[in-house]
């Protein structure tokens, strides 16, 4: 370890957090070391977010330091999981201390809220790119997975559809209104921790939304070897993504948009109290009903049944 990555680590990311136990030893030696409690599993998931990719380039410093945690927070809350520890790989252009201190506010917010603990990494030096491994705990054998969704079963979704992909479309012309709703659900969308351990033991499949809830739901249907029928009507949207959607004459836009961040999952026809107290409690809005026929369609309610199979790809072709 060079002396500057040593001083970076020291000034920006070695803090003392005091919600999260169980890290035996954490950040400053060859590896951490975690105490997995007793009838409890790992959940873990990596991602990678890379400038020009991922994000803009240029992308204000703290709600970068959000955006890299609460996506791989989403992942957790997909499968129902509590977020206990999370590691950082950092590779950045030079040493800009305002631009660490920015980010390393706004992830050790975030990280804070939820009790999450920053237990080792790496730092480099090349084209800025963040790379996190978040470690979560699930009681052992019970955990949300995209395939179990059965024929009969309501689909759903928390909050609302599309706002984050009209917010990226502002964030590329230099909106920078703080108080524009689609703009902050694309910049810092909000993890649904809560949501997802609501909906362990009750929902029958999860995901959350990232590349878009018709490439997300058809992740679900894939593995759960079934087909689903969406109500367009039914689908929870701003005014200005109606708006927006109308503008380029494709009511089906908002399906292909991505990072919602929300959860899209199913519930069995017949409901537990707890799966009661979710859709009770939650801004959560059922959408469709699983079928036998494979595939995903729109129900336009104007006779048209549209079949939607696309999102986001990470690889173009
Ligand atoms: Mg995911």
């Not at 108080?179 to 997802?196: A, C, F, N, R, T």
């Not at 499949?205 to 969406?230: E, M, Q, R, T, Y």
Request: proline share 3%; hydrophobic share 40%; net charge negative.
């Amino acid at each position: 370890m060079s002396s500057a990555e040593f001083s970076i680590i020291e000034q920006f990311f070695r803090r003392t957090q005091h919600q999260q136990s169980g890290c035996a030893v954490g950040i400053g030696d060859d590896c951490a070391i975690l105490d997995v409690p007793e009838n409890m599993q790992l959940a873990v998931s990596t991602d990678t977010l890379v400038e020009g990719v991922h994000f803009l380039s240029g992308t204000e410093p703290k709600s970068l330091g959000h955006k890299v945690l609460a996506v791989n927070l989403s992942d957790l809350a997909a499968m129902g999981a509590k977020p206990a520890w999370v590691s950082m790989a950092i590779t950045l252009p030079s040493i800009n201390k305002e631009w660490l201190s920015k980010f390393t506010a706004g992830f050790f917010a975030l990280a804070n809220r939820h009790g999450v603990k920053l237990i080792g990494g790496d730092t480099t030096q090349g084209p800025l790119s963040i790379t996190i491994s978040i470690m979560g705990l699930l009681p052992v054998g019970q955990r949300l997975l995209r395939s179990g969704a059965k024929v009969g079963d309501d689909i759903y979704v928390s909050g609302t559809i599309g706002g984050a992909g009209l917010g990226l479309l502002k964030a590329k012309q230099a909106s920078d209104n703080s108080e524009d709703v689609d703009l902050q659900s694309y910049l810092k969308p909000i993890p649904k921790i809560k949501l997802g351990q609501k909906l362990l033991n009750n929902a029958s499949a999860c995901i959350d939304i990232s590349d878009g809830l018709s490439a997300d739901l058809n992740h679900i249907l894939k593995a759960s070897a079934v087909g689903a029928k969406l109500d367009h009507d039914l689908l929870p949207i701003n005014e200005s993504v109606r708006e927006h959607a109308r503008q380029l004459d494709d009511e089906l836009w908002p399906y292909s948009t991505g990072d919602d961040y929300e959860l899209c999952f199913t519930l069995p026809k017949k409901l537990s109290e707890e799966a009661m107290d979710v859709i009770n409690d939650d801004s959560v809005t059922k959408i469709g009903v699983i079928e036998s026929e494979l595939g995903l369609r729109i129900d336009m309610k104007n006779g048209q049944l549209v079949s939607l199979d696309k999102g986001y790809e990470h690889f173009e072709k």
